[in-house]
Nanobody, 121 residues
Framework: QVQLVESGGGLVQAGGSLRLSCAAS????????MAWFRQAPGKEREFVGV???????YYAESVKGRFTISRDNVKKTVYLQMNSLKPEDTAVYYC???????????????WGQGTQVTVSS
């Protein structure tokens, strides 16, 4: 089992930045592929980005160039740095983990509880 706890959400003005964190426990973190998803009110959950064991990353087109995912295997934490935020980035952000899936589908085995990000115009 893997437990994931997100933090760092909040209210920010358009054009601002936030950094989300997701702390993992229960399994060797370096063996996990870590992803971020988000879900806006009334919409389906959507893929944001993923980081693999080696640090390779892949992003949704909507966030490419603005968001960056990184990981610290010593702290067992994955980060989502969000810059140039837009009102349409408002959503609950979830981190997810898998031992073998690297991609944009919600095929991940473990999910956090989510953290709210609100971007005001």
């Amino acid at each position: 089992q893997v437990q994931l706890v997100e933090s760092g959400g909040g209210l920010v003005q358009a054009g601002g930045s936030l950094r989300l964190s997701c702390a993992a426990s229960g399994r060797t973190f370096s063996e996990l592929i870590m992803a971020w998803f988000r879900q806006a009110p009334g919409k389906e959950r959507e893929f944001v980005g993923v980081i693999g064991w080696s640090g390779s990353t892949y992003y949704a087109e909507s966030v490419k160039g603005r968001f960056t995912i990184s990981r610290d295997n010593v702290k067992k934490t994955v980060y989502l740095q969000m810059n140039s935020l837009k009102p349409e980035d408002t959503a609950v952000y979830y981190c997810a983990a898998s031992s073998n899936y690297y991609g944009p589908q919600d095929e991940y085995d473990y999910w956090g509880q989510g953290t709210q990000v609100t971007v005001s115009s």
